[in-house]
């Protein structure tokens, strides 16, 4: 779930430019009349970092509230015709007054990751990792563990 209609998806490439062919980001609607089609139309080309790490995907301003939307996030290797994607769902929902207010109240980027964690809006816990220069600190593993991750996939 998230809080925002432009949301920011993460993804850990492990492989340089030299073995990604193309990173590719789709959005669809994955409920209602207007299911499978695309929300965004091509999918995104995510551009391919020189060095193994993370890659972001912003969206624009187009989640529309209480709408369940799939995504899926595809590298296609060099050389070869092998893909690996990664698949999910995102609901944007608004924050409830008593969420607003507890992150209003935190006092750290590690502080409204955990919050955000905590009441579902995994989505949203990353970037404000991010935002607080967290990303590779112990807080980043804590968000993973409260989301019910044991470790960091490798």
């Known amino acids: 779930m998230t809080a925002t209609k432009a949301p920011v998806f993460y993804f850990y490439v492990p492989d340089d430019s030299a073995n990604v062919a193309s990173l590719?980001?789709?959005?669809?609607?994955?409920s209602g009349p207007k299911r499978g089609s695309g929300v965004i139309n091509p999918p995104l080309n995510v551009p391919i970092a020189?060095?193994?790490?993370?890659?972001?995907?912003q969206l624009p301003e187009l989640l529309e509230k209480d709408t369940t939307y799939s995504w899926a996030f595809t590298l296609r290797c060099q050389g070869t015709r092998e893909t690996v994607?990664?698949?999910?769902?995102?609901?944007h929902k608004g924050l409830e007054?008593?969420?607003?207010?507890?992150?209003?109240?935190?006092?750290?980027?590690?502080?409204?990751?955990?919050?955000?964690a905590q009441t579902g809006f995994d989505l949203d816990a990353m970037p404000a990792l991010v935002e607080g220069g967290q990303l590779q600190t112990k807080g980043f593993e804590e968000m993973l563990v409260e989301s019910g991750f044991e470790k960091p996939i490798d």
Do not use: H, N, W
């Open 50 to 57: 020189k060095t193994p790490g993370m890659v972001k995907v």
């Open 24 to 30: 590719e980001f789709r959005l669809d609607y994955a």
């Open 97 to 116: 007054d008593a969420i607003a207010s507890q992150l209003a109240k935190a006092s750290s980027a590690q502080d409204k990751a955990a919050i955000y």
């Open 85 to 91: 994607t990664f698949k999910g769902l995102v609901m």
